[in-house]
């Protein structure tokens, strides 16, 4: 009796189990995440897969001041789509989710790349900067310990912040982020043509900061910078900028201060393209500027970083 009820057990979990992948198509890479999930639960059980495929997509726009993608970039990404499609084969994924965030808003061509991800099973759905909002928020929620917490997501091409409040989601949709921001300083700060801001002098620095200070304090939503100021709560910052320019830049893990980023800054400001290193180098050094103003407007003093995006509330059940 006991060896039947523990193989109908066995059954009931295997009915539950699921191979899922998460992938947030962003403006500057496309994340990857594969687990095992207990749909039954509603919990991922184990990631068994994770890799980021750098394409920037913002960049491609912003560069050519275009509202299209490149033939480039369009190569680019379908390069990307086949290894995705190659690596859901082998863990023999059973269900996909996909988004596509702001640079695919923006393009007029976008329709190309989805249609191309379609042909491979791959069924990619653009999303607005609220539902954008949301699933950062959906994937945060295995850190949160039962505290109250704010996710604060910045990508290539969009920032959002979202808070819950009386079982109602306070969100800031912000357009200052990573591509932008880079722009804006090698542009007004630096008065320059350069598409890379590096290195960066100490005014430069200052300029960025109090740019990005007075944007926060103007562009979000004062019932929300309210919450950040007066209430005990975690702030949980996921994307790209949190956990690889910043934290796995500094060697740290878990979370960082103002005041260790602030330092981290003015250590690293001087800095080449080539000294700083990999992909992204041309936005590392204004990240932590565009951080540090927006931590330093809303009062910030801690950011808990994860390496989580888009793909982990995707892996959760809709």
């Known amino acids: 009796?006991?060896?039947?009820?523990?193989?109908?057990?066995?059954?009931i979990y295997a009915n539950c189990i699921e191979m899922r992948a998460g992938i947030d198509i962003g403006s500057g890479a496309s994340k990857?995440?594969?687990?095992?999930?207990?749909?039954?639960?509603?919990?991922i059980e184990k990631i068994l897969f994770t890799k980021d495929f750098a394409v920037e997509y913002k960049d491609?726009?912003?560069?050519?001041?275009?509202?299209?993608?490149?033939?480039?970039?369009?190569?680019?990404?379908?390069?990307?789509?086949?290894?995705?499609?190659?690596?859901?084969k082998k863990y023999k994924v059973q269900s996909t989710r996909a988004v596509a965030t702001s640079a695919?808003?923006?393009?007029?061509?976008?329709?190309?790349?989805?249609?191309?991800?379609?042909?491979l099973d791959i069924p990619v759905e653009v999303i607005s900067q609220d539902e954008e909002a949301i699933l950062g928020y959906k994937s945060a929620k295995s850190l949160t310990s039962?505290?109250?917490?704010?996710?604060?997501d910045i990508g290539?091409?969009?920032?959002?912040?979202?808070?819950?409040?009386?079982?109602?989601?306070?969100?800031?949709k912000g357009k200052l982020a990573s591509v932008p921001f880079r722009a804006y300083v090698t542009k007004f700060v630096q008065n320059s043509k350069k598409r890379s801001p590096n290195p960066m002098s100490s005014k430069d620095v200052d300029k960025s900061i109090k740019y990005a200070h007075d944007y926060a304090l103007r562009d979000i939503d004062k019932d929300l910078q309210k919450v950040i100021k007066t209430q005990d709560i975690d702030i949980i910052g996921i994307g790209g900028v949190h956990s690889s320019a910043i934290l796995e830049s500094m060697g740290k893990k878990g979370n960082y201060t103002y005041k260790e980023l602030e330092s981290f800054l003015k250590a690293r400001k001087s800095l080449t393209d080539k000294e700083i290193g990999g992909k992204y180098a041309s936005t590392s050094t204004s990240n932590l500027a565009l951080v540090l103003g927006y931590m330093k407007a809303l009062g910030i003093k801690k950011v808990i970083g994860e390496k989580l995006n888009l793909s982990d509330g995707l892996l959760y059940n809709k």
């Open 32 to 43: 990857l995440k594969i687990a095992k999930v207990d749909k039954c639960k509603d919990k």
């Open 60 to 88: 491609d726009l912003r560069s050519r001041n275009k509202k299209s993608f490149s033939k480039s970039i369009i190569k680019k990404g379908r390069s990307a789509f086949r290894e995705i499609s190659s690596i859901l």
């Open 156 to 172: 290539g091409g969009s920032m959002q912040m979202s808070y819950k409040k009386d079982d109602k989601l306070l969100i800031y």
């Open 146 to 152: 039962g505290r109250k917490y704010l996710v604060w």
């Open 104 to 119: 695919f808003r923006t393009s007029s061509n976008s329709a190309v790349l989805i249609r191309y991800a379609k042909s």
């Open 1 to 11: 009796m006991k060896y039947l009820l523990l193989l109908m057990s066995f059954g």
